[in-house]
């Protein structure tokens, strides 16, 4: 079925097909992230000694230019901050913070030294000092220090196991947490007395600042027990001692209480925010704009379906909402990594290009209905892409080339499913996260 927007919508942008418009929506999301839009609001005042910045997290450079930029000329400010290769904005002038780039999703070397530089960095100071922390989703596997009794090799092989297992970011995190020397919060008292300010861009359901980066930062409330049962409900191999010294409790993580009173957290850009900017967007383009949720969790290709049913409704006319509409979500998903029958070669991708490929199999071709999915961070996955796209001849156009979509899913092959529709969403990084954005429009 043909479909002229146009002639529908006075304020939809002319010449756009409903793919270009999801693609606007996603972009408006991005850039209400940025830091440079966000971070102005929430500098506290240079104090009257040094200022040392410190981060981690795929924003963590552009974070620091816009800090760097904001704060004044004359005021000391020096630091490190650490972010994924590639994700450091080009810059004219020099910035006082130094960047420096390491591994992710799976943590390397480059992490492990500026970890430890951090640690060092932040002693000496005292209370006429500030310590300004800039974290943002990613940190955790970039701000890696292996706990007592583990290798880096050790880290890499328990980040992979998590990243394949199904388990939440939350979940993740814990583990996380307490099989480190920085994280959950030892990186604050490492800091000691010091005015310690915590600038985060969250990229977690909920804005929890003890989850996004693993919170280096802010006290944590769960344990070495919870830790350990989540080792055991994932099947995630451990050494022998380390469980031991979970078992033990000698692996805890710092505690809530009255000694981090001088320590402040501050949002600065946050999920909901981008996509109420989004649905501004298309509210201006004469679009109904319902955001379903932000802490949206659960198997990325069964969040899809569950999307598609509803996207279906809508367009019988028997649904919740009136078209024209679009549909926005976000929050992390996740994709489960299962075994493949024999003689099956396992593929590429990510949970957005997942949740694509679930959507197009839950809508079957339903026409008057397109779909978008895609990480704020540019980055899907492994992959060199932010997302996919959906429209009513996905399926169609993938069967004329032998493509078979639940075969991809199987598989976890978006990537080379959407490579050869020519359905991609490519980015590059976009130096901030806000986790995933998911839009479907309704026509």
Known sequence: MDINPTTMLPGWPVGKSPLDVLRQLYDRAVERALPGQAMAAWLPPAPRGRTVVIGAGKAAASMAHALDDLWPADAPLSGLVVTRYHHTPARQLACRIEVVEAAHPVPDAAGLDAAERMLNLVQGLGPDDLVVCLISGGGSSLLTLPAQGLSLADKQAINRQLLESGAN????????????????????????????????????????????????????????????????????????????????????????????????????????????????????????????SDEIEGESSEVARVHAALARAVARGDGPFKSPCVLLSGGETTVTVKPLPQGWQRGQGGRAGEFCLGLALGLQGQQRVWGLAADTDGIDGMGLNAGARVGPDTLARARSLGLKAPEALARNDALGFFTALDDLVVTGPTYTNVNDFRAILIL
């Open 169 to 292: 970011i939350t979940e993740m995190n814990c583990v996380r947490k307490h099989l480190s020397r920085i994280k959950g919060g030892r990186l604050a008292q490492a800091c000691g007395s010091t005015p310690l300010v915590t600038l985060a861009i969250s990229d977690v359901p909920g804005d929890d600042p003890s989850v996004i980066a693993s919170g280096p930062t802010v006290p944590d409330e769960s344990t070495c027990a919870d830790a350990l049962a989540l080792l055991e409900r994932y099947r995630i191999l451990v050494p022998s001692p380390v469980l031991d010294a979970l078992s033990r409790g000698e692996l805890e993580t710092p505690k809530p209480g009255p000694d981090w009173q001088h320590r402040r957290v501050h949002m600065v850009a946050t999920p909901m925010q981008s996509l109420q900017a989004a649905a501004d967007m298309a509210r201006g383009m004469g679009l109904a704009a319902h955001v379903l």
